[in-house]
């Protein structure tokens, strides 16, 4: 299920985000992308205040980036997408604390997650750890001998 995810509602729940950090959306962004990858979820994030000659949207992996141009906000581009999807809203989860954000959100079908819900998910990670992150079997010397044999051959002709 693809996340909504207002994004500087979200940056004000997170402790280890400085809302006066100038960099606090990419801080974010990295975070969300990391997050989005290990859990194959998707989300589109909306940030308000688009600096002058800043790209208004792009795409990072798994995460869709927009920034919103005054005198619009990210909770109206929120609504707006809601609007977009129809019944296909049930399929998404808004990520807001903004009460009128979580009411439209409900009230249009989608599920709705608190910032400060998310924010803990998001510092905790996944239940179960990645591939990369599972400690490696040892591999015996037998077993080494046995697959060099298969793959290099016993080194002996045959004829």
Sequence with gaps: MPFLIDGHNLIGRMAEIDLHDPDKEMILIKKLEKFLAKNR?????YFDRRAPG?????????????FISHPRTADSAIESKLLKLQK??????????????????????AQVLRSEEFAEQLIAGPASPSIDEKSERAVSPEEVSYWENIFLGSGEDEG
């Design 41 to 45: 979820k998707r989300a589109f994030i």
């Design 54 to 66: 800043s790209r208004p949207s792009y795409s990072i992996g798994r995460l869709k980036i927009r």
């Design 88 to 109: 296909e809203a049930k399929n998404y989860t808004v990520v807001s604390s903004d009460s009128e954000v979580v009411n439209f959100a409900r009230s249009r079908g």
